[in-house]
Protein backbone atom coordinates (compact mmCIF):
# COMPACT_ATOMS: atom_id res chain seq x y z
CA UNK A 1 0.00 0.00 0.00
CA UNK A 2 1.75 3.33 -0.72
CA UNK A 3 1.53 5.79 1.30
CA UNK A 4 0.45 9.08 -0.76
CA UNK A 5 3.45 10.92 -1.67
CA UNK A 6 3.06 14.91 -0.91
CA UNK A 7 5.01 17.89 -1.56
CA UNK A 8 6.79 18.62 1.65
CA UNK A 9 8.91 21.85 2.72
CA UNK A 10 12.15 21.15 3.64
CA UNK A 11 14.94 22.70 4.96
CA UNK A 12 18.36 22.81 3.88
CA UNK A 13 20.34 22.13 7.22
CA UNK A 14 23.60 21.86 5.45
CA UNK A 15 25.43 22.18 1.93
CA UNK A 16 28.67 21.06 1.00
CA UNK A 17 31.26 21.15 -1.65
CA UNK A 18 32.15 18.12 -2.72
CA UNK A 19 33.96 19.02 -5.98
CA UNK A 20 33.82 21.90 -7.88
CA UNK A 21 31.07 21.47 -9.76
CA UNK A 22 29.15 19.13 -7.23
CA UNK A 23 27.22 19.82 -3.84
CA UNK A 24 25.50 17.84 -1.26
CA UNK A 25 22.53 19.04 0.17
CA UNK A 26 21.28 17.96 3.39
CA UNK A 27 17.53 18.60 3.48
CA UNK A 28 15.77 18.18 6.69
CA UNK A 29 12.09 16.61 6.00
CA UNK A 30 8.62 17.27 8.29
CA UNK A 31 7.96 14.02 7.01
CA UNK A 32 10.48 12.13 6.17
CA UNK A 33 9.02 8.73 5.36
CA UNK A 34 12.32 5.91 5.21
CA UNK A 35 13.57 5.02 1.12
CA UNK A 36 15.37 2.64 0.02
CA UNK A 37 18.80 3.16 -1.88
CA UNK A 38 18.33 4.28 -5.25
CA UNK A 39 15.45 5.87 -4.67
CA UNK A 40 15.00 9.61 -5.56
CA UNK A 41 13.07 13.04 -4.62
CA UNK A 42 11.75 16.13 -6.74
CA UNK A 43 12.30 19.34 -5.96
CA UNK A 44 10.15 21.79 -7.27
CA UNK A 45 10.75 25.35 -7.16
CA UNK A 46 8.28 28.55 -7.91
CA UNK A 47 8.81 31.81 -9.18
CA UNK A 48 6.98 34.67 -7.31
CA UNK A 49 4.88 34.58 -10.72
CA UNK A 50 3.74 31.40 -10.35
CA UNK A 51 6.14 29.96 -12.82
CA UNK A 52 7.19 26.43 -11.75
CA UNK A 53 9.83 23.59 -12.60
CA UNK A 54 11.15 20.77 -11.30
CA UNK A 55 14.08 17.80 -11.11
CA UNK A 56 14.49 14.59 -10.05
CA UNK A 57 17.68 13.74 -7.67
CA UNK A 58 18.84 10.78 -6.34
CA UNK A 59 19.05 9.95 -2.54
CA UNK A 60 22.27 9.94 -1.44
CA UNK A 61 22.33 9.58 2.00
CA UNK A 62 21.45 5.72 3.52
CA UNK A 63 17.69 5.20 5.48
CA UNK A 64 19.51 4.95 8.52
CA UNK A 65 19.94 8.47 8.74
CA UNK A 66 16.51 9.67 9.82
CA UNK A 67 15.29 12.74 9.16
CA UNK A 68 17.07 13.98 6.65
CA UNK A 69 17.72 13.32 2.96
CA UNK A 70 21.42 13.69 1.18
CA UNK A 71 21.29 14.88 -2.48
CA UNK A 72 24.45 15.22 -4.76
CA UNK A 73 23.44 17.67 -7.46
CA UNK A 74 25.95 18.69 -9.95
CA UNK A 75 26.13 22.15 -11.48
CA UNK A 76 25.56 21.74 -15.41
CA UNK A 77 26.07 24.84 -17.09
CA UNK A 78 23.01 26.95 -18.52
CA UNK A 79 20.68 24.46 -16.55
CA UNK A 80 17.49 26.13 -15.39
CA UNK A 81 17.61 24.26 -11.46
CA UNK A 82 21.10 23.17 -11.02
CA UNK A 83 22.96 26.53 -11.52
CA UNK A 84 19.83 27.91 -8.90
CA UNK A 85 21.11 25.29 -6.12
CA UNK A 86 24.83 25.99 -6.52
CA UNK A 87 24.66 30.00 -6.62
CA UNK A 88 21.64 30.89 -4.68
CA UNK A 89 20.58 28.42 -2.55
CA UNK A 90 21.61 29.02 1.19
CA UNK A 91 21.31 26.88 4.60
CA UNK A 92 18.29 27.63 6.06
CA UNK A 93 16.66 27.78 3.10
CA UNK A 94 13.06 26.01 2.17
CA UNK A 95 12.56 23.75 -0.61
CA UNK A 96 9.67 22.26 -2.25
CA UNK A 97 10.27 17.79 -2.23
CA UNK A 98 8.49 15.32 -3.56
CA UNK A 99 9.34 11.38 -2.63
CA UNK A 100 11.00 8.87 -2.00
CA UNK A 101 10.43 8.02 -5.73
CA UNK A 102 11.34 4.36 -7.03
CA UNK A 103 10.97 0.69 -6.65
CA UNK A 104 12.93 -0.80 -9.30
CA UNK A 105 15.95 0.58 -8.60
CA UNK A 106 16.62 -0.09 -5.87
CA UNK A 107 18.93 -2.28 -3.27
CA UNK A 108 19.23 -3.00 -0.23
CA UNK A 109 21.19 -5.80 2.27
CA UNK A 110 17.48 -8.11 1.89
CA UNK A 111 17.64 -8.45 -1.68
CA UNK A 112 21.65 -9.60 -1.16
CA UNK A 113 24.52 -9.79 -3.33
CA UNK A 114 27.43 -9.71 -4.53
CA UNK A 115 26.59 -6.19 -5.42
CA UNK A 116 28.55 -4.89 -8.69
CA UNK A 117 27.76 -0.92 -9.16
CA UNK A 118 28.51 0.74 -12.42
CA UNK A 119 28.20 4.60 -11.90
CA UNK A 120 29.81 7.22 -14.64
CA UNK A 121 29.70 10.59 -13.17
CA UNK A 122 27.18 11.69 -10.94
CA UNK A 123 25.53 8.10 -11.78
CA UNK A 124 27.48 7.38 -8.30
CA UNK A 125 25.10 9.42 -6.12
CA UNK A 126 21.87 6.46 -6.16
CA UNK A 127 25.20 3.46 -5.30
CA UNK A 128 26.74 5.75 -2.63
CA UNK A 129 23.34 5.19 -0.99
CA UNK A 130 23.34 2.04 -1.78
CA UNK A 131 27.47 1.16 -0.02
CA UNK A 132 26.30 3.76 2.80
CA UNK A 133 23.52 1.73 3.40
CA UNK A 134 25.16 -1.71 3.20
CA UNK A 135 27.84 -0.46 5.91
CA UNK A 136 25.44 1.15 8.25
CA UNK A 137 23.19 -2.66 8.23
CA UNK A 138 26.75 -3.80 9.03
CA UNK A 139 26.25 -6.21 5.97
CA UNK A 140 29.65 -7.63 4.75
CA UNK A 141 28.35 -8.52 1.08
CA UNK A 142 30.92 -8.22 -1.35
CA UNK A 143 30.54 -5.21 -2.96
CA UNK A 144 32.92 -3.79 -5.68
CA UNK A 145 31.99 -0.08 -7.46
CA UNK A 146 33.61 0.64 -10.81
CA UNK A 147 33.04 4.50 -10.94
CA UNK A 148 34.16 6.03 -14.79
CA UNK A 149 35.24 9.87 -13.92
CA UNK A 150 36.49 12.27 -16.44
CA UNK A 151 39.29 13.51 -14.20
CA UNK A 152 40.21 13.15 -10.67
CA UNK A 153 38.42 16.66 -10.07
CA UNK A 154 35.17 14.95 -10.69
CA UNK A 155 35.35 12.25 -7.87
CA UNK A 156 32.15 12.14 -5.36
CA UNK A 157 32.76 11.18 -1.82
CA UNK A 158 36.39 10.66 -2.45
CA UNK A 159 37.87 10.47 0.99
CA UNK A 160 35.00 8.28 2.66
CA UNK A 161 35.45 5.93 -0.34
CA UNK A 162 39.49 5.52 0.46
CA UNK A 163 38.25 5.29 4.21
CA UNK A 164 36.26 2.30 3.62
CA UNK A 165 38.64 0.61 0.91
CA UNK A 166 41.07 1.24 3.95
CA UNK A 167 39.64 -0.21 6.81
CA UNK A 168 38.62 -3.51 5.11
CA UNK A 169 34.20 -3.19 5.05
CA UNK A 170 34.53 -5.14 2.10
CA UNK A 171 33.83 -2.47 -0.26
CA UNK A 172 36.68 -2.48 -2.93
CA UNK A 173 36.34 1.09 -5.47
CA UNK A 174 37.87 0.54 -8.96
CA UNK A 175 38.06 3.93 -10.88
CA UNK A 176 38.53 4.71 -14.71
CA UNK A 177 39.65 8.14 -15.69
CA UNK A 178 38.32 8.80 -19.31
CA UNK A 179 40.23 12.23 -19.91
CA UNK A 180 42.90 12.96 -17.37
CA UNK A 181 44.19 10.61 -14.89
CA UNK A 182 46.05 11.51 -11.47
CA UNK A 183 49.91 11.64 -11.72
CA UNK A 184 52.02 7.94 -11.10
CA UNK A 185 48.06 6.03 -11.87
CA UNK A 186 48.23 2.86 -13.17
CA UNK A 187 45.01 1.99 -13.61
CA UNK A 188 42.23 1.92 -16.15
CA UNK A 189 42.13 5.13 -18.16
CA UNK A 190 39.23 4.53 -20.77
CA UNK A 191 35.37 4.17 -21.08
CA UNK A 192 34.02 1.13 -19.40
CA UNK A 193 34.57 -1.63 -22.23
CA UNK A 194 33.28 -5.61 -21.71
CA UNK A 195 37.30 -6.45 -20.73
CA UNK A 196 36.92 -3.78 -17.86
CA UNK A 197 33.54 -5.38 -16.75
CA UNK A 198 35.16 -9.04 -17.17
CA UNK A 199 38.15 -8.18 -15.38
CA UNK A 200 36.06 -7.11 -12.42
CA UNK A 201 33.41 -9.85 -12.47
CA UNK A 202 35.64 -12.28 -12.94
CA UNK A 203 37.00 -11.45 -9.82
CA UNK A 204 33.78 -11.88 -8.07
CA UNK A 205 31.64 -14.76 -6.40
CA UNK A 206 28.24 -15.83 -8.66
CA UNK A 207 25.09 -14.50 -8.27
CA UNK A 208 26.15 -10.68 -9.35
CA UNK A 209 23.63 -7.91 -8.63
CA UNK A 210 24.88 -5.54 -11.21
CA UNK A 211 23.60 -1.96 -11.04
CA UNK A 212 24.24 0.49 -13.23
CA UNK A 213 23.93 4.20 -13.51
CA UNK A 214 25.16 7.14 -15.15
CA UNK A 215 25.06 8.54 -18.75
CA UNK A 216 22.68 6.71 -20.89
CA UNK A 217 25.34 6.03 -23.77
CA UNK A 218 27.47 4.40 -21.12
CA UNK A 219 24.52 2.74 -19.04
CA UNK A 220 23.26 0.98 -21.71
CA UNK A 221 26.95 -0.19 -23.00
CA UNK A 222 27.96 -1.41 -19.98
CA UNK A 223 24.50 -3.24 -19.88
CA UNK A 224 24.88 -4.82 -23.04
CA UNK A 225 28.61 -5.91 -21.87
CA UNK A 226 27.28 -7.31 -18.84
CA UNK A 227 24.93 -9.33 -21.02
CA UNK A 228 27.54 -10.64 -23.31
CA UNK A 229 29.72 -11.79 -20.15
CA UNK A 230 26.68 -14.20 -19.28
CA UNK A 231 24.45 -11.93 -16.83
CA UNK A 232 21.18 -12.94 -16.86
CA UNK A 233 19.07 -9.50 -18.58
CA UNK A 234 16.80 -9.47 -15.07
CA UNK A 235 19.09 -9.47 -12.57
CA UNK A 236 20.99 -6.06 -14.53
CA UNK A 237 19.46 -3.05 -13.10
CA UNK A 238 19.88 0.29 -14.90
CA UNK A 239 18.95 4.15 -14.51
CA UNK A 240 19.88 6.31 -16.80
CA UNK A 241 20.77 9.93 -16.13
CA UNK A 242 20.89 11.51 -19.56
CA UNK A 243 23.38 13.41 -21.19
CA UNK A 244 26.55 14.11 -19.47
CA UNK A 245 26.45 17.10 -17.85
CA UNK A 246 29.37 19.44 -19.46
CA UNK B 1 -0.20 21.03 2.33
CA UNK B 2 -0.42 24.69 3.78
CA UNK B 3 0.31 27.52 1.00
CA UNK B 4 2.82 27.41 -1.92
CA UNK B 5 6.44 27.95 -1.52
CA UNK B 6 7.93 30.91 -3.36
CA UNK B 7 11.43 29.54 -3.75
CA UNK B 8 13.48 32.30 -2.78
CA UNK B 9 15.60 34.33 -5.68
CA UNK B 10 14.07 32.16 -8.34
CA UNK B 11 13.04 33.29 -11.50
CA UNK B 12 12.70 30.60 -13.62
CA UNK B 13 13.87 31.73 -18.04
CA UNK B 14 13.21 35.29 -18.85
CA UNK B 15 11.31 36.57 -22.24
CA UNK B 16 13.74 39.52 -23.18
CA UNK B 17 11.27 42.54 -23.40
CA UNK B 18 13.24 44.12 -26.40
CA UNK B 19 12.20 41.01 -28.06
CA UNK B 20 8.74 41.11 -27.05
CA UNK B 21 6.81 41.44 -30.27
CA UNK B 22 8.19 39.04 -31.62
CA UNK B 23 7.69 36.47 -29.47
CA UNK B 24 4.21 34.78 -28.96
CA UNK B 25 2.83 34.69 -25.55
CA UNK B 26 3.96 32.22 -22.36
CA UNK B 27 7.27 31.24 -24.42
CA UNK B 28 10.67 32.26 -23.49
CA UNK B 29 13.92 32.67 -26.09
CA UNK B 30 16.56 30.45 -26.36
CA UNK B 31 19.79 30.92 -27.90
CA UNK B 32 20.89 27.44 -28.30
CA UNK B 33 18.62 24.39 -29.90
CA UNK B 34 16.93 22.15 -28.09
CA UNK B 35 16.12 18.65 -28.78
CA UNK B 36 13.06 17.17 -28.01
CA UNK B 37 11.80 13.92 -29.36
CA UNK B 38 9.18 11.36 -28.63
CA UNK B 39 11.19 8.37 -30.06
CA UNK B 40 14.96 7.14 -30.96
CA UNK B 41 16.20 8.76 -33.91
CA UNK B 42 15.59 6.84 -36.90
CA UNK B 43 18.31 6.06 -39.38
CA UNK B 44 17.54 6.09 -42.90
CA UNK B 45 20.43 5.31 -45.68
CA UNK B 46 20.05 8.42 -47.97
CA UNK B 47 19.72 5.88 -51.14
CA UNK B 48 16.73 4.08 -49.66
CA UNK B 49 15.01 7.97 -48.64
CA UNK B 50 11.83 8.71 -50.64
CA UNK B 51 9.22 11.25 -50.19
CA UNK B 52 5.92 10.61 -51.11
CA UNK B 53 3.16 12.75 -51.52
CA UNK B 54 -0.52 10.22 -51.78
CA UNK B 55 -3.62 9.60 -50.68
CA UNK B 56 -6.53 11.66 -52.52
CA UNK B 57 -4.48 12.70 -55.16
CA UNK B 58 -5.01 11.48 -59.16
CA UNK B 59 -1.06 9.96 -59.28
CA UNK B 60 0.98 9.05 -55.88
CA UNK B 61 4.54 11.10 -56.77
CA UNK B 62 7.70 10.09 -54.69
CA UNK B 63 11.33 12.04 -55.05
CA UNK B 64 14.14 9.84 -54.24
CA UNK B 65 17.21 11.92 -52.21
CA UNK B 66 19.18 12.83 -55.72
CA UNK B 67 15.83 13.74 -56.88
CA UNK B 68 14.94 15.99 -54.23
CA UNK B 69 17.80 17.97 -54.24
CA UNK B 70 17.25 18.76 -57.59
CA UNK B 71 14.06 20.56 -56.97
CA UNK B 72 14.24 24.26 -57.04
CA UNK B 73 15.09 25.22 -52.69
CA UNK B 74 15.92 28.35 -51.20
CA UNK B 75 16.67 29.97 -48.24
CA UNK B 76 14.30 30.66 -45.23
CA UNK B 77 14.46 32.94 -42.20
CA UNK B 78 11.79 32.03 -39.78
CA UNK B 79 10.67 32.31 -36.23
CA UNK B 80 9.79 29.09 -34.47
CA UNK B 81 7.88 28.06 -31.15
CA UNK B 82 8.27 25.32 -29.52
CA UNK B 83 4.97 24.26 -27.36
CA UNK B 84 7.50 23.56 -24.55
CA UNK B 85 7.31 27.18 -24.58
CA UNK B 86 10.87 28.13 -26.31
CA UNK B 87 11.08 29.84 -29.10
CA UNK B 88 13.73 30.76 -31.53
CA UNK B 89 14.54 33.81 -33.79
CA UNK B 90 15.37 34.25 -37.41
CA UNK B 91 16.74 30.93 -37.82
CA UNK B 92 18.00 29.97 -41.09
CA UNK B 93 17.08 27.24 -43.33
CA UNK B 94 17.43 26.02 -46.86
CA UNK B 95 14.63 23.62 -48.69
CA UNK B 96 12.24 22.90 -50.76
CA UNK B 97 8.81 25.33 -50.58
CA UNK B 98 5.85 22.61 -50.13
CA UNK B 99 4.05 24.16 -53.14
CA UNK B 100 7.19 23.20 -55.56
CA UNK B 101 5.54 19.85 -54.26
CA UNK B 102 2.28 19.92 -54.25
CA UNK B 103 2.19 21.42 -57.62
CA UNK B 104 3.61 18.23 -58.97
CA UNK B 105 0.34 16.24 -58.04
CA UNK B 106 -3.43 16.54 -59.01
CA UNK B 107 -5.44 17.16 -55.91
CA UNK B 108 -8.78 15.24 -55.26
CA UNK B 109 -11.52 17.79 -55.43
CA UNK B 110 -12.81 16.15 -51.86
CA UNK B 111 -8.53 16.52 -50.62
CA UNK B 112 -9.17 18.91 -47.34
CA UNK B 113 -6.22 17.86 -44.90
CA UNK B 114 -2.59 16.36 -44.92
CA UNK B 115 -1.27 13.81 -42.48
CA UNK B 116 2.43 14.35 -42.41
CA UNK B 117 4.30 11.31 -41.56
CA UNK B 118 7.73 10.53 -40.12
CA UNK B 119 10.13 7.89 -40.66
CA UNK B 120 10.16 6.18 -37.21
CA UNK B 121 6.13 6.57 -36.96
CA UNK B 122 5.52 9.86 -35.92
CA UNK B 123 2.16 12.14 -37.71
CA UNK B 124 1.16 15.20 -37.56
CA UNK B 125 -1.97 16.92 -39.49
CA UNK B 126 -2.69 20.03 -41.07
CA UNK B 127 -5.20 21.81 -43.25
CA UNK B 128 -3.90 22.42 -46.40
CA UNK B 129 -4.19 26.07 -46.45
CA UNK B 130 -1.76 26.26 -43.83
CA UNK B 131 0.68 24.84 -45.57
CA UNK B 132 0.89 26.29 -49.40
CA UNK B 133 1.29 29.86 -50.56
CA UNK B 134 5.04 29.48 -49.25
CA UNK B 135 4.31 28.90 -45.46
CA UNK B 136 5.42 26.00 -45.00
CA UNK B 137 8.89 23.59 -46.65
CA UNK B 138 10.85 20.86 -46.31
CA UNK B 139 14.11 22.09 -45.33
CA UNK B 140 17.37 19.51 -45.38
CA UNK B 141 20.15 22.37 -44.25
CA UNK B 142 19.82 24.33 -40.89
CA UNK B 143 22.03 27.10 -40.12
CA UNK B 144 24.22 26.45 -43.17
CA UNK B 145 24.74 22.62 -42.45
CA UNK B 146 22.82 20.31 -43.06
CA UNK B 147 20.33 19.08 -40.59
CA UNK B 148 21.67 16.54 -38.05
CA UNK B 149 19.59 13.19 -37.59
CA UNK B 150 18.59 14.88 -33.99
CA UNK B 151 17.04 17.74 -35.61
CA UNK B 152 14.98 15.96 -38.32
CA UNK B 153 17.67 14.79 -41.07
CA UNK B 154 17.91 14.26 -43.59
CA UNK B 155 14.85 16.56 -43.77
CA UNK B 156 12.10 17.57 -41.82
CA UNK B 157 8.69 19.99 -42.67
CA UNK B 158 9.19 23.23 -41.57
CA UNK B 159 5.85 24.93 -41.19
CA UNK B 160 6.83 28.41 -38.62
CA UNK B 161 3.76 29.69 -38.14
CA UNK B 162 2.31 26.73 -35.94
CA UNK B 163 3.56 25.09 -33.01
CA UNK B 164 7.27 23.12 -34.03
CA UNK B 165 5.38 19.70 -32.96
CA UNK B 166 3.88 20.58 -36.37
CA UNK B 167 7.26 20.60 -38.32
CA UNK B 168 7.85 16.80 -38.40
CA UNK B 169 11.26 15.54 -37.95
CA UNK B 170 12.53 12.72 -40.23
CA UNK B 171 9.71 13.11 -42.76
CA UNK B 172 8.94 10.58 -45.42
CA UNK B 173 5.42 11.89 -46.79
CA UNK B 174 2.16 13.63 -46.68
CA UNK B 175 -0.82 11.46 -47.25
CA UNK B 176 -4.08 13.96 -48.45
CA UNK B 177 -7.59 12.94 -46.48
CA UNK B 178 -11.17 14.57 -46.82
CA UNK B 179 -11.47 14.56 -42.91
CA UNK B 180 -8.92 15.47 -40.47
CA UNK B 181 -6.88 12.46 -39.08
CA UNK B 182 -5.40 13.64 -35.75
CA UNK B 183 -1.59 12.85 -35.64
CA UNK B 184 0.67 11.38 -32.45
CA UNK B 185 -0.15 14.36 -29.84
CA UNK B 186 -3.33 15.88 -31.43
CA UNK B 187 -4.86 12.50 -30.29
CA UNK B 188 -3.54 12.71 -26.60
CA UNK B 189 -4.90 16.67 -25.86
CA UNK B 190 -2.88 18.70 -28.17
CA UNK B 191 -4.36 21.55 -30.24
CA UNK B 192 -5.24 20.64 -33.99
CA UNK B 193 -4.15 23.03 -35.06
CA UNK B 194 -1.68 25.25 -32.91
CA UNK B 195 -1.40 28.78 -33.31
CA UNK B 196 1.06 29.90 -31.01
CA UNK B 197 -0.29 33.84 -31.13
CA UNK B 198 -3.22 32.22 -30.13
CA UNK B 199 -1.72 30.24 -27.57
CA UNK B 200 -3.28 26.83 -29.04
CA UNK B 201 -1.40 24.65 -26.96
CA UNK B 202 -3.88 21.83 -25.61
CA UNK B 203 -7.50 20.82 -27.64
CA UNK B 204 -9.21 23.04 -24.89
CA UNK B 205 -7.61 26.53 -25.80
CA UNK C 1 32.37 10.43 -18.69
CA UNK C 2 33.22 12.10 -22.13
CA UNK C 3 30.65 13.31 -24.43
CA UNK C 4 29.81 10.61 -26.96
CA UNK C 5 30.29 11.01 -30.52
CA UNK C 6 27.12 10.12 -32.26
CA UNK C 7 23.24 10.32 -31.44
CA UNK C 8 22.22 13.32 -29.22
CA UNK C 9 18.90 11.97 -29.30
CA UNK C 10 19.67 8.41 -27.77
CA UNK C 11 21.77 10.43 -24.92
CA UNK C 12 18.89 12.61 -23.70
CA UNK C 13 16.53 9.59 -23.44
CA UNK C 14 15.82 8.05 -19.93
CA UNK C 15 14.18 5.07 -18.52
CA UNK C 16 10.84 4.57 -16.71
CA UNK C 17 12.50 5.44 -13.58
CA UNK C 18 12.37 9.09 -14.37
CA UNK C 19 8.59 8.81 -14.59
CA UNK C 20 8.25 7.46 -11.16
CA UNK C 21 7.10 10.91 -10.13
CA UNK C 22 4.56 11.51 -12.67
CA UNK C 23 3.11 8.07 -12.94
CA UNK C 24 2.62 8.36 -9.08
CA UNK C 25 0.70 11.36 -9.47
CA UNK C 26 -1.43 9.63 -12.10
CA UNK C 27 -1.92 6.32 -10.47
CA UNK C 28 -1.19 7.23 -6.83
CA UNK C 29 0.85 3.63 -6.83
CA UNK C 30 4.59 3.41 -7.35
CA UNK C 31 5.23 2.03 -10.71
CA UNK C 32 8.63 1.88 -11.55
CA UNK C 33 8.69 -1.61 -10.63
CA UNK C 34 5.24 -2.82 -11.85
CA UNK C 35 5.49 -5.45 -14.66
CA UNK C 36 4.35 -4.63 -18.02
CA UNK C 37 4.55 -6.38 -21.45
CA UNK C 38 5.01 -4.53 -24.69
CA UNK C 39 1.81 -5.29 -27.05
CA UNK C 40 3.86 -4.87 -30.14
CA UNK C 41 6.88 -7.57 -29.43
CA UNK C 42 5.52 -9.37 -26.46
CA UNK C 43 8.84 -8.32 -24.18
CA UNK C 44 8.35 -8.11 -20.52
CA UNK C 45 9.66 -6.22 -17.93
CA UNK C 46 9.65 -3.49 -14.90
CA UNK C 47 8.33 0.11 -15.99
CA UNK C 48 11.67 1.34 -14.60
CA UNK C 49 13.41 -0.35 -18.10
CA UNK C 50 11.16 1.06 -20.05
CA UNK C 51 13.15 3.89 -22.91
CA UNK C 52 12.01 7.28 -21.96
CA UNK C 53 11.67 10.42 -24.09
CA UNK C 54 10.77 13.29 -21.81
CA UNK C 55 11.69 16.12 -23.44
CA UNK C 56 9.16 16.09 -25.50
CA UNK C 57 5.37 17.83 -25.30
CA UNK C 58 4.67 14.89 -23.42
CA UNK C 59 6.37 11.59 -21.85
CA UNK C 60 6.75 8.44 -24.13
CA UNK C 61 7.68 5.76 -22.14
CA UNK C 62 9.04 3.02 -25.47
CA UNK C 63 9.72 -0.86 -25.22
CA UNK C 64 13.74 -1.60 -25.19
CA UNK C 65 13.20 -4.50 -27.19
CA UNK C 66 11.32 -3.43 -30.66
CA UNK C 67 11.17 0.87 -29.86
CA UNK C 68 7.50 0.54 -30.14
CA UNK C 69 5.37 3.03 -27.90
CA UNK C 70 4.17 1.45 -24.99
CA UNK C 71 2.65 4.66 -22.80
CA UNK C 72 2.77 7.84 -23.62
CA UNK C 73 0.92 10.73 -21.25
CA UNK C 74 0.11 14.30 -21.76
CA UNK C 75 -0.25 16.89 -18.87
CA UNK C 76 -2.36 20.08 -19.80
CA UNK C 77 -3.61 22.53 -17.94
CA UNK C 78 -6.18 20.76 -16.76
CA UNK C 79 -6.30 17.40 -17.49
CA UNK C 80 -4.04 14.19 -18.00
CA UNK C 81 -4.13 12.27 -21.31
CA UNK C 82 -3.12 8.83 -21.35
CA UNK C 83 -2.78 6.03 -23.86
CA UNK C 84 -1.47 2.43 -22.81
CA UNK C 85 -2.37 0.98 -25.85
CA UNK C 86 0.76 -0.24 -26.22
CA UNK C 87 1.01 -2.12 -23.06
CA UNK C 88 -0.87 -5.58 -22.89
CA UNK C 89 -1.53 -4.28 -19.65
CA UNK C 90 -0.80 -1.89 -16.75
CA UNK C 91 -0.85 -3.45 -12.70
CA UNK C 92 -1.51 -0.81 -10.28
CA UNK C 93 -1.03 -1.55 -6.70
CA UNK C 94 -3.86 -1.37 -4.11
Not at chain 2, 70 to 99: E, F, H, N, R
Not at chain 3, 3 to 8: F, R
Amino acid sequence: MADALRWQIGTVAEIEQETPRAKTFTIALPEWMAHRAGMHYDIRLTAPDGYQTQRSYSIASEPERQGIVELTVERIEGGEVSPYLHDVVQKGDQLELRGPIGGYFIWDIALGGPLLLVGGGSGVVPLMAMIRHRVAARSSIQTRLLYSVRSPDDVLYTNELQMLQDHGEGVEVVYTYTRQAPAGWTGYRRRIDRSMLKDITSQMEAGLRPYVCGPTLLVEAAANNLLELGIAAERIRTERFGPTGT
Amino acid sequence: MGERLVSRGFFGRRRQPEQAGRIPPGQYLVDDWPVLSAGPTPRTRLDQWRFTIEGLVRQPVSWSWEEFLKLPSKTYVVDISCATKWTKLDMKWQGVSVDTLIQAVQLDPRAAFITAYSYGGYTTNLPIPDLVNDQAFIAYQADGKPLTPEHGGPARLVVPHLYFWKSAKWIQGFRLEEREQLGFWETLGYHRRGDPWKEERYSGD
Amino acid sequence: MDEQDGDVNRALMLDGNAAGGMLYDLFTAEMTAAPTECASCGRTGEIGTLLAFTQAPGLVLRCPSCENTVVRIVRTGEFTYLDARGAVYLRIAR
